[in-house]
């Protein structure tokens, strides 16, 4: 058995939360409930529910502070944000219970006062120690940029993976069983059926070429095999071949590293197959260049525009993209035209 060190994806720490979140609020129902059926005198459920919420709201912030890049500005950092943000809830937690306890018991002394204080002065002297030594800003939005990349290409890992069984298993797999039934009934008739079992081994033989056609184009969908062969521009221009619209190409320089040459061929079959399905375009344009060290694959279709970046092909794009330190650009204004440009470092 190994360790998974991959970092937990955005959709995973989302996920807990709402697991967590779930879990308080079906205990906090589960008390209201019994106090419901017993007293309903004294409201006793307040005290283990108010426990209950301070570990859910801690986890809550500290979820927004990992999910959110632009919810904490660089000169604040992740570390003093998630400090003060346990600070107040811990402030929070105990002005509550001094609260509760003045409503049943009538304390009037204001006790949280004095840990707020202390509260207060952590923080305080954690920004006076960030300021008095300030980090570099651009390492640290540079570990972020890493950091979120790194987890959205897990992500796009895995949803690629769920793609590839489900292609497997709702297309080939089902093909090749389909044809094994085939086959059996046609050993089963050969003797006292020829021109049945002839016609099963038709079907058999015609299942066989369809199966081959759909693992060909799911081997496409991984790594198509002339762009390993002969490259990007022999790969785009096959893309472009099979393009319902009319697509113009334009590829110059040295072949890329494999990572970015499989990448800028991915963008360019997201961009032609959302020109020729959903754009309604009639003429696309690919230029693939180098400039100033970075690898530049930029497509322009005619189309009605109003593409969302953050479209699932467009989305799983540019987590592609991004973890090759790379950037995606959509531009698609109502009426056209959408360009797509992705641009890679390749040296």
Not at 6 to 25: M, N, S, Y
Not at 263 to 289: D, M, P, S, W
Not at 296 to 304: M, N, P
Request: aromatic share 4%.
């Amino acid at each position: 058995m190994t360790d998974d060190h991959r970092p937990p994806t955005e959709a995973r720490l989302r996920h807990r939360l709402v697991v967590h979140g779930i879990v308080v609020a079906g205990i906090s129902t589960l008390l209201t409930t019994i106090w419901a059926l017993t007293t309903r005198d004294y409201f006793w459920p307040m005290w283990p529910i108010l426990v209950l919420s301070l570990p859910l709201a801690i986890h809550a912030w500290t979820v927004q502070v990992a999910t959110r890049p632009g919810l904490v500005p660089d000169r604040v950092g992740h570390a003093l944000a998630i400090h003060a943000g346990v600070s107040v809830a811990l402030a929070a937690f105990l002005t509550l219970i001094w609260t509760f306890a003045a409503f049943t018991v009538g304390l009037v002394y204001f006790w949280p006062a004095w840990p707020i204080l202390v509260l207060a002065a952590a923080v305080l002297v954690h920004v006076l120690i960030r300021l008095g030594a300030p980090p570099d800003a651009e390492l640290e939005r540079r570990i972020d940029v890493l950091t979120t990349t790194r987890a959205g290409a897990v992500d796009a890992q895995e949803q690629e993976l769920r793609r590839i069984e489900r292609d497997l298993h709702d297309g080939a797999q089902a093909r090749l069983v389909a044809l094994g039934m085939s086959l059996g009934l046609a050993e089963q008739k050969l003797a006292t059926d020829p021109e049945e079992a002839r016609s099963l081994l038709a079907e058999a033989r015609e299942g066989t070429r369809e199966a081959l056609e759909e693992l060909r184009d799911l081997a496409r969908g991984i790594h198509p095999p002339i762009l390993a062969d002969r490259g990007l521009g022999a790969a785009v221009a096959a893309l472009a071949a099979r393009s319902p619209v009319r697509v113009d190409v334009s590829v110059e320089g040295e072949r890329p590293p494999p990572a970015v040459e499989s990448a800028a061929y991915f963008v360019a079959a997201e961009a032609l197959a959302n020109a020729g399905k959903h754009a309604q375009a009639t003429r696309v344009e690919v230029r693939i260049g180098r400039s100033q060290g970075r690898l530049v694959v930029e497509v322009t279709d005619d189309g009605r525009g109003g593409a969302a970046p953050s479209g699932t092909g467009l989305l799983g794009l540019r987590r592609r993209v991004e973890a090759l330190d790379g950037t995606l650009q959509v531009v698609s204004p109502e009426g056209g035209p959408t360009t797509v440009r992705a641009e890679m470092p390749c040296e």
